[in-house]
């Protein structure tokens, strides 16, 4: 496949993509958040009871399709191939802190797409906040930062996530009792597309971004590092598949999927400082993980336990996130939000450092 | 002739360059072509011929492989590929 035939396909995964996230809020996810990894494995951590935010919980199955559509494509195209031992708890630590700034933004790189496609300009400053930590990212990788090599695992091994994301299924469709869901009306969690539609989506787009190598975090570094732009057109393939998709549904709906400006954004708050620095802490340790919180469900898809960890660091981000009081709302950053993203970027610079600067990596 | 390397590390293709540049092969790096592997890491390209793997760098490389014009061949495999893992 040329590079050409490969930014075609980028192009067209990421409109679909796009388009699907914007039909997500018309059946009934919470507007400007068709898709955001970080919120869905929040709201999973709540029903699975590892916090106890109530407006928060419920288990996602675009999470769960995510990982199918890719597990699938993976096998489809004799791509699943397990690997793993890179850097475990390093990754599990870098997880929970892509969480915390991307809860203190209030959505992951991809919500960030999916809120400028509604109009919301306080994702500018998380943009610009994204670039700036992929570009501090992009500094330590140039001078020969490396979680070192992870290395090929068994087909069990690689089938374990897979399994835990069935069971996590089992678990929405049985609803016992122990799980727990927002109320109606009580919050984002609450508001949700039907578990069918929810589930065809994640699994479409899994498959699609498996096949793309769709990366939010990828785009800005590979034009940074290698003037390479075919995986940054997916991220503005996806803004103007669901922009163009919301101001469609706009006009034929009667209700509003499109409002410019800052003030009174659905699930975002207007301090541009923190909206920066969160994401900026978010870029930055997305790219000493390799990738973002999509692509690493993508990977975890693919077999990699590497990933897999991370999205158990991600879990247990949310989880701290909602019982320290770290996430910010609709009001703003909390303090102890704030005190969270400054350690965040220090532990991030730390990890950065040390995998950098030690003597093997210098020759 | 060109050669593509796949590495298991981004680090480990920044230093391949450097071995490919001071053998005096025309090295750079790029994104790893879709066609070649899903990992979205980094490869190096390599004009008129490529450093055999050895040592600590062969423990950074994946695959090297030929680019004809049907296609990949491949002309070095680390371990792991060689015991079909």
């Known amino acids: ?363 | 002739m060109t050669y593509i390397a796949t590495f298991f590390s981004h680090f480990g293709a920044i230093r391949y360059k450097k071995l490919c540049d001071a053998q005096g092969f025309a090295a750079r790096t790029m994104p790893v072509p879709r066609s070649l592997s899903s990992s979205c890491g980094t490869c190096v390209r390599c004009e008129g011929g490529f450093v055999e793997p050895s040592g600590v760098c062969a423990e950074e490389v994946d695959r090297i492989a030929e680019v004809t014009e049907d296609g990949y061949v491949f002309v070095y495999h680390s371990e792991e590929h060689a015991h079909g893992t």
């Open chain 1, 1 to 363: 496949m040329t590079l050409k035939n490969e930014k075609r396909n980028m192009i067209f995964a990421g409109l679909v993509i796009g388009v699907i996230a914007s039909l997500l809020v018309l059946f009934g996810n919470p507007k400007n958040m068709g898709f955001c990894v970080a919120c869905f494995l929040r709201d999973t951590a709540g029903a699975l009871g590892l916090h106890s935010a109530e407006a928060v919980q419920y288990i996602r199955p675009e999470i769960i399709g995510l990982v199918f559509g890719s597990f699938f494509m993976a096998l489809a195209k004799k791509e699943f191939s397990p690997r793993g031992g890179s850097a475990p708890v390093t990754r599990f630590v870098l997880g929970m802190f892509v969480m915390i700034g991307s809860l203190m933004f209030l959505g992951c790189p991809f919500r960030m797409i999916l809120r400028l496609a509604g109009g919301d300009l306080n994702a500018l400053l998380g943009l610009a906040g994204f670039a700036c930590g992929i570009l501090v990212g992009v500094f330590f990788l140039n001078k020969g930062y490396s979680l070192k090599r992870s290395y090929a695992l068994t087909k069990a091994e690689g089938g374990v996530f897979p399994v835990l994301t069935l069971a996590v299924l089992a678990l929405l469709l049985a609803a016992p009792a122990f799980i727990h869901f927002t109320e109606a009306g009580a919050g984002p969690g609450a508001m949700h597309a039907p578990i069918l539609i929810s589930l065809i989506a994640g699994l479409a787009v899994g498959a699609l971004a498996q096949r793309a190598r769709l990366c939010m975090v990828g785009g800005i570094r590979d034009l940074v590092l290698f003037k390479e732009t075919k995986l940054i057109l997916g991220f503005a393939a996806i803004l103007v598949g669901a922009l163009v998709c919301n101001l469609i549904l706009s006009g034929t709906t009667g209700t509003s999927y499109f409002h410019l400006g800052f003030a009174d954004q659905p699930v975002a708050h207007t301090d541009g400082l923190w909206n920066f620095l969160g994401m900026m802490l978010t870029g930055f340790a997305c790219v000493l993980l390799g990738g973002c919180p999509l692509r690493q469900l993508i990977l975890s898809g693919e077999g990699s336990s590497d990933s897999a960890v991370t999205i158990f660091g991600l879990l247990a981000g949310a989880a701290f996130c909602h019982n320290f009081g770290l996430a910010s709302s609709a009001k703003g950053p909390t303090a102890n939000g704030k005190a969270a993203v400054i350690i965040g970027l220090v532990a991030a610079l730390v990890i950065a450092g040390v995998n950098t600067f030690k003597k093997e990596n210098a020759k």
